[in-house]
């Protein structure tokens, strides 16, 4: 079985799924090599750590049972009537 690789020129129509496959392939490879080179790029020199710390703690001064008592106070019942 010969393996050639498809053509831009090519319809997709008359692409294979082998050739599909192929193409994806080489496409998700493209993409995750220039994604490599844009984040060595990135001046951080620990990406992950600057994306966790762009996320904060939570402060709430209130006691356990002020939180438990606010969860509860904005609880709503729903009295009317549904069908399907």
């Known amino acids: 079985m010969e393996n050639t690789q498809p053509t831009s020129d090519q319809p997709i129509s008359s692409l294979t799924v082998a050739d599909l496959e192929a193409l994806i392939t080489k496409?998700?490879?493209?993409?995750?090599?220039?994604e490599a080179?844009?984040?060595?790029?990135?001046?951080?020199?620990?990406?992950p750590q600057a994306?966790?710390?762009?996320?904060?703690?939570?402060?709430?001064t209130r006691t356990t049972e002020e939180i438990i008592?606010?969860?509860y106070g904005?609880?709503?019942?729903d009295n009317r009537e549904h069908s399907l």
């Open 27 to 34: 496409i998700v490879h493209k993409v995750l090599k220039q």
């Open 37 to 47: 080179e844009k984040s060595q790029s990135v001046e951080s020199n620990n990406p």
């Open 51 to 60: 994306f966790l710390e762009t996320f904060g703690t939570l402060e709430d």
């Open 69 to 71: 008592d606010d969860i």
């Open 74 to 77: 904005s609880r709503t019942i």
